[in-house]
C-alpha cells in the first residue's frame, strides 16, 4: 500500500466521486516511513549554476528561464550542502521484508532490532568511512560510493547478514546528485531508477539487482566475478548468490530496552498535486519541516531519527499539544494535519502502537488526539480547548469504531 506524503489531489471530487479514505498500514505507522514522493529536487541548468562554480548544467536554460523558477533556484540554495555531477555509483538498501515479516507476529520490538541491527553491521563495516555519503530513512539506507565493486561487497556484507526481506539495488550514473542540508538526504534522478528496481528483487532471498550501467562498469573495473552468477531480468541484473561476505550474527545483536510512556506527535503536510515534480514543491516542502523543527523543538520536543514529521515529548501532553497548536499558527497558509498520542514507545527507532494511532489521526488534517491524550491534559488547560469527539474505524479487521477528540480551531 503507498503511502503519499504531501500530495493531494481533487480530481475526483471535481467528477462527483467521493475520493478514496487514505488508509496508512500497520508498516508506515510503526516506523513512520515517510518516502518523500513526488519532492524530488529538480537539478535544472539554472539551479545547478546557483548552486556553486563549476558544477556543469548547459548554455541553454530552455523553459527554466522564468523568473519564478529563478528565485525557487535561490531559494532552494539555502537546502542543499553540496552538488555532485562526478559519475559516482548510487546503492539503495531496503529491509521492508524484514520488518513486514516481524509485524505478522505484532511484535514491534522484534521489527525494531532489525533495523537497530542493520544499522550495526554498517557501523562495523566502517560506512562511514567508505561512502561518499549515507542517510537513513527508517528501515531504508541510501549511500553512493566511487568505485562499483567496494559497494557491490559491502552489499553483499549487509543483506546476507540481515538475511531475507532485506534487499539492495545498485546503479551507476554521472546525473547530479544533491545533498540535502541539513537532513543529508541525497537527491536526484539516480534514485528513482534504484526505487524501481529495488522492486525487482523477491524478498523471499537476500538478493540484489543492478542495472546495466552498474554491471557496465563493473566489467570496466576489472571486477573478476563468476558471469554465472548474474540472472538477466527487466532492467537489469541479478546477483546471487552472495559472496560469504557476512558478519557473525552474533557480533550484531542488539540489547532491546524496555519502552518508556511518551507523548508522540506526528504531522502531515499537504500540497496540492499541481506542485507535483516541480522544484516549488521541493522549496516549499523544506520550508515547512524547517517550520515544524523550530517550534516543536523550542516547546521540549525532539525529532525521531529517520523521520522528518515525527516528534517525541516527554510524558506532558499539555506541552505537546501547545507545541502543536503553536506549530500550525506558524504554518498559516499550508494544509497540515496533526495526530497526538501517547503510550509505551522504544526508543533508539521509535517505535509502539501509540506512533501507529498518531500516524492514522494525522491523515485527518486538523488536530486531533488520542482518547488516552485527551484524558490526560491538565483541567486548566481543557477548559480553554474546544473540542467534539470524533469516531474513527478501528485499524484491527473488525471494523469497530474508535472514539477520539478533535480540538477546534
Not at 193 to 218: G, I, K, M, T, W
Not at 266 to 271: G, K, L, N, T
Not at 346 to 369: D, M
Request: glycine share 8%.
Amino acid at each position: 500500500m503507498a503511502f503519499r506524503l504531501f500530495i493531494e489531489s481533487s480530481q475526483g471530487r471535481r467528477r462527483g466521486r467521493r475520493p478514496r479514505p487514505q488508509r496508512i498500514d500497520d508498516y508506515a505507522a510503526h516506523f513512520h516511513h515517510h518516502p518523500w514522493q513526488d519532492a524530488q529536487l529538480a537539478l535544472t541548468p539554472r539551479l545547478l549554476k546557483r548552486l556553486g562554480e563549476g558544477v556543469g548544467g548547459t548554455a541553454d536554460d530552455g523553459d527554466e528561464s522564468s523568473e519564478a523558477d529563478a528565485e525557487r533556484a535561490i531559494a532552494s540554495n539555502d537546502y542543499v550542502g553540496s552538488v555532485s555531477e562526478a559519475p559516482r555509483c548510487v546503492v539503495l538498501i531496503d529491509a521492508r521484508g524484514c520488518v513486514e515479516e516481524a509485524l505478522k507476529n505484532c511484535d514491534v520490538g522484534a521489527a525494531r532490532r532489525v533495523i537497530l541491527r542493520m544499522r550495526r553491521i554498517c557501523d562495523d563495516a566502517k560506512l562511514g568511512e567508505t561512502a561518499l555519503d549515507a542517510h537513513w530513512e527508517a528501515d531504508q539506507l541510501r549511500c553512493s560510493f566511487g568505485r562499483c565493486g567496494i559497494a557491490l561487497a559491502f552489499c553483499a556484507r549487509v543483506v546476507a547478514t540481515v538475511g531475507p526481506g532485506c534487499r539492495a539495488a545498485l546503479h551507476f550514473s554521472s546525473d547530479a546528485v544533491a545533498t540535502e542540508y541539513p537532513s543529508g538526504r541525497p537527491h536526484g534522478d539516480s534514485w528513482n531508477v534504484l526505487c524501481e528496481l529495488v522492486e525487482c528483487v523477491a524478498a523471499d532471498e537476500p538478493r540484489c539487482c543492478v542495472s546495466d550501467a552498474f554491471h557496465d562498469r563493473l566489467k570496466r573495473e576489472g571486477l573478476d566475478d563468476d558471469g554465472e552468477a548474474w540472472t538477466r531480468i527487466e532492467g537489469g541484473y541479478l546477483r546471487a548468490p552472495w559472496p560469504s561476505l557476512s558478519l557473525p550474527r552474533d557480533s550484531c545483536d542488539v540489547v532491546l530496552s524496555e519502552p518508556i510512556d511518551r507523548v508522540v506527535v506526528v504531522a502531515m503536510v499537504y500540497f496540492d498535486a499541481s506542485l507535483r515534480s516541480t522544484s516549488r514543491l521541493y522549496v516549499e516542502r523544506r520550508r515547512a519541516l524547517d517550520v515544524l523543527e523550530e517550534v516543536l523543538t523550542s516547546k521540549g520536543g525532539r525529532r525521531a531519527a529517520g523521520s522528518d514529521t515525527l516528534y517525541i515529548f516527554d510524558a506532558c501532553v499539555s506541552r505537546a499539544l501547545d507545541a502543536v497548536l503553536a506549530s500550525r499558527k506558524a504554518l498559516e497558509g499550508i494544509k497540515v494535519g496533526f495526530g497526538v498520542a501517547c503510550g509505551p514507545v522504544y526508543e533508539g527507532v521509535v517505535a509502539g502502537s501509540c506512533v501507529g494511532v498518531a500516524a492514522r489521526l494525522c491523515a485527518q488534517h486538523g488536530v486531533l488526539l488520542s482518547k488516552s491524550a485527551a484524558e490526560a491534559l491538565d483541567p486548566d488547560h481543557v477548559s480553554h480547548l474546544r473540542t467534539v469527539p470524533v469516531f474513527l474505524q478501528g485499524s484491527d479487521s473488525s471494523g469497530g469504531l474508535e472514539e477520539f477528540c478533535q480540538v477546534l480551531l
